[in-house]
């Protein structure tokens, strides 16, 4: 969405071992949140400051796995998108 503000003053500090989820109704801007912070998608302002140890979990809301490549529970928890 070109010209709209999706996220506007978000200031984010998560600490090592710290475990948090993201909710928010539709259209709120968690799967952009997330984006950003795995660099996936660039911000259009303000700053992104990341440990370069930082292990982010993501499971998409829709995710398509391939059947011909079976992969565990536990492997997939660990994959880093």
């Not at 978000?10 to 801007?29: E, H, Q, R, W, Y």
């Not at 370069?52 to 998409?60: A, H, M, N, Q, S």
């Amino acid at each position: 969405m070109q010209g709209q503000s999706i996220l506007h003053s978000v200031s984010l500090d998560v600490n090592s071992n710290d475990f948090i989820t993201i909710v928010g109704p539709n259209g709120a801007g968690k799967s952009t949140l997330l984006k950003i912070l795995m660099g996936l998608q660039k911000p259009s302002n303000g700053h992104i400051h990341r440990a370069e140890e930082l292990k982010i979990g993501y499971v998409p809301q829709r995710f398509q796995a391939d059947p011909s490549m079976p992969i565990k529970a536990s492997r997939f928890l660990q994959l880093n998108y």
